[in-house]
C-alpha cells in the first residue's frame, strides 16, 4: 500500500496514509517526493511548488488558497493554507 495518494490527478497536494519522516523520500503519481516536515496520517503533502495565493486543490477541486509560498515536499495545513470550505463559516439555523 502506497504511503501517500493523490486522489485526482489534478491535485497538487498528496494525503499521507499513514506517517511520512522528514526527510522520507515517498512515490506518488511516479513523482519521488522528499518530505521537508514530518507529515501525520491525513494530512497534506505538497507535490510541487505552490506559489502565495494559489489554490490548493484536493479532489480535484480548490480547498483553499496557500498563505505563503510552499515547497515541494512540504507538509500542507492551516499554518499555510487559508481554507475555502467552510471552517471559517459560521453556520445558523433560522430561528423557530
Do not use: C, F
Not at 485526482?8 to 522528514?22: F, H, I, K, M, T
Not at 517526493?33 to 491525513?42: E, L, N, S
Not at 515536499?73 to 499555510?80: A, D, I, L, Y
Amino acid at each position: 500500500m502506497p504511503k501517500v495518494l493523490r486522489i485526482n490527478p489534478s491535485d497538487n497536494v498528496a494525503v499521507a496514509l499513514e506517517p511520512v519522516g522528514e526527510g522520507e523520500e515517498v512515490e506518488v503519481s511516479g513523482l519521488k517526493i522528499r518530505a521537508k516536515q514530518a507529515v501525520p496520517p491525513g494530512h497534506k503533502l505538497a507535490l510541487s511548488y505552490i506559489p502565495r495565493g494559489s489554490e490548493v486543490v484536493k479532489y480535484g477541486s480548490p480547498i483553499g488558497k496557500a498563505t505563503r509560498d510552499i515547497s515541494t515536499g512540504e507538509w500542507v495545513h492551516t499554518h499555510n493554507l487559508k481554507g475555502s470550505r467552510g471552517r471559517d463559516e459560521v453556520q445558523r439555523l433560522p430561528e423557530a
